[in-house]
């Protein structure tokens, strides 16, 4: 479904160009549940990046569902991560004006969904994370495993193919963050690819696919 | 905190925000330059046109025929009556204590034509007193006989344009000139004066008043100036003129006189109120400068919580605080004023050097006024921004 | 997006940051209520001149002795080539002209028993209560009768009837002015004033015998009436023609009413244009309001822009809804301004009746109009820059 061949990347960083990704080679089948470790810098959230089409390789292919994603445009990388990923951040990223339902209502209306459809989805998927009475509460008013939830509602409301996770349980504590990852467990158990980017072990651990990415060389555990 | 350490911290903020400096201070300085360069146009078109008035003394009364009885006041326009007033009217005024001079005025309209060339001119028929009280001078020649009231004599002065255009490239002085079918002498030339309060000189003839009594067949008089030597009031003067007048015109009071004051006080008025209109309307701009100022600000002050708070922890008072931010908002603001100032005075030499006339030029009260706006509006504006600022706890700095 | 998304989620925005928005928009509302106010009252002052200038009548042309005055102001002076009755008598031959009207004015002392009353005479021909739009109350206007030998008839204006006879009726009653005897024939109604002068106070005699009475050979002016459906350059162009048959030379002016309106509206267009420029400065600071809060707010929802990205949201949408916030907030901005300045008028105008309109449907229009121009402009940088923030940059930003 995923497929990287000897991708690159470089940023611009004074005289010398930082190489953040050497020749990285990667395959993702729909269903896996993969975890990407590593020490900070090693180049794993660029990564994610890039298999989330939110940062372009200068080198290489990505191919995403049989599209060649190197050689498109802005605007066609938007509508495929509109159609195929779903993003979790370590900081949640919930705009704190909108409450929870909004929020999570928000891929559906950049879809256009008429507002009736919205609110049926929406009751779903709160459903699904356990937030069915939370939905009109302000990210302010939600302690942070609850946020992540509604972040998570809001990455599978849209039925995306693969959910990418940068570091999802960094701002919650241990029993919260367990949480979280069983969550995401239990949907990949219902067909969703997932990707974890993380740097605690135990929970790296658990993935079925392990991949590790050291100084922008990835190698697969 | 000192002030020289006040100007020191706001000085550094100020330019590590500098697109926020930039932008309030293009505003302020944009409303500052807006207010002095309207009012500053303002005062100068009133002092032009009283420094116009004053130059025709100051003791100056002028009688037009005819008077109005009607509840609209004003003066007569049309200046037309039943019963001529008369150089004998005059020469009676003159008569009367307290009038220093008397200078009778026929006016009206000819075709001037030297060869085959000739323009249509204003015609002035008047005494040497006329050409003294307008503080008009001779360029080259000689001016108005003594007997202008009293003999028609056939010379004639003529304006700067018309000795031009008539004459040139030859002296004008001595060559003779046709007025309407009658000759003339030119006597002299006038020195080049352009426009006195709406006559334009460049472009008239000059004659004795006998003389245009022939010319127009008319002894009718168009005005009378009468200049006062301040020795008798000028009401008592005024009242003996229309008591002379009456007796003279079988019992009708069909003159109206007007001072030189009165004229010159009406005017004053209306551009003092122009001005002040004008101005007002320019600094509502300065309000809205000030309200950006407060808005601005207070998304400074949230910006800065952490900083504020460790002023405070290292000491600062609610007192402090309050000076400082006040201070940083009266600072920008000087600095705007300074700058819009400076942009106006440009633009003012600019147009002196193309208008050169009405000499532009900015009142002493005008800066001061405009300055202290200026300060007014910083402070009240940056006052509840500076408040908010004053009750940051010090706990802040502890937050991330 | 749909479009009651699009609105919900401007609104949203913009209610969300209530006290910055607030102030932006009252900022705005300032300059906008100054604009509107300026143009609205240059306006007023444009139609009440125009309207005053054009009471009587807009198929006349006026001639006056002398050149080149457009104001016919020369009239006043003497001259030798002046225009005479004969002139204006010549005129009435030419068949474009439907009416002629001889001018003679000054002052003169009007005598009724022991009454006398100075006021403002005016010679004329019976063609002037059609010319001029005079509205006779009682008995009649000046005959037709000829023009170098007319009848010692005077109309009087209503006050100054009033003056001199209060209710009585005096058709037929004797004056004197200046020592001579005139018949009243009539009494006009109510005009009001024009430039100052009181119209209710003249008289109207014969211009013939105004021209004796003022001891004057030329007329001040002759106004001419002629058939609608001609075009003013024309008449001016017969007029012409005809009066240098008789004179020799062009030595008098001529004025169409399309003349002097332009002269007119040249004036007031200037003092409208300073008056709105005056406004502007306020505008233009409003402006830079809009432009730094919304510069500000974007730098601060970065990573709102970023999330809109990482989820799919197209660049040219994430303009679009930025530019929308602006204009909106300009909105908000201009339709405060408008409502205060409808709501001052109406308090006012219990006060003060005579208050010129501060608000019409074109001023309200031209701020509305404004409004959202300025909003887009304000706008469009802050939100083209947000859209071409990279995504993970602005995901970054905390």
Redesign the interface.
Known sequence: MISLKRVNKWYPSGDKPLHVLKQVDLDIAQGDYISIMGPSGSGKSTLL?MI?L??IIDEGEYWLEGTPTHLLK??QR??????YLG?I?Q?F?L?N??SAAENIA??L??A?I??KERNIMVANVLEKVGLQDRAHHRPGQLSGGQLQRVAIARAIVTQPKVILADEPTGNLDQSAGLDIVQLLESLNQQGLTLLVVTHDRVIGKRATRKVRMVDGVLSEQ | MTINDNIAFNAQLLIRHRWRTTLLMLCVAMGVSAVVLLVSVGESARLYVAREFSMLGSNLLIILPGKKQTSGGGIPFYGTTTRDLTLQDAASIRQLSGVDSVAPVIAGTANASVGARSKNVMVLGSTLDFLKARQLSIAMGASLPDDAESVSRNVVLIGSNLAQELFAPHNPLGKMLTIDDYRFRVAGVLAIRGESLGLDMRDAVILPVKTSERLFNSFSLFRILISLNGLTDEKTVISDIYALIKKRHQGEEDITIVTQQSMMQAFNNIMVTLTTIVGLLGSVSLVVAGILIMNLSLISVQQRRTEIGLLKALGASQHVVLTLFISESIILVMLASAIGLGFTQVLLLLANYWWPTLSFSTPLWAYLSAVCVALLTAVLFSYLPAKQAASISPVEALRK | MRASDTLSWVKHAVLAQRSRNFLTVLGFAIGISAVTLLAAVGDSLKQYVLSEFTQFGSNIIGVTPGKSDTMGITGILRTNRGITLGDAQSLLTLNEVTGVVPVVAGTAEIKYRNLTRATELVGVSHFAAKAWKLEVAQGQFLPEDHFTHPRAFVVLGSKLHHELFGDYTALGESIRIAGHRFTIVGVLAPKGQFLGMDLDEMAYIPAAKGLSMFNRTSLMEIDLLYSPSLESAYMAGKIREHLIRRHGVEDFTIVTQDQMLDTLDGILNTIRFAGIAIGSISLLVGSVGIYSILTISLWQRRNEVGLLRALGMQQSLLIRLFLAEAIFIALMGGSVGLIVLALVQVTLSTFMPQLPALLTLYSASLGIGVSIFIGALAGAEPAFKASRLPPIAALRAQ
Request: net charge negative.
């Open positions: 990046n989330g939110l940062d802005e605007e938007a509508e495929l991560r509109g159609l993003f951040f900081n990223q705009i004006r909108l928000l891929p209306v950049l256009e008429p507002k």
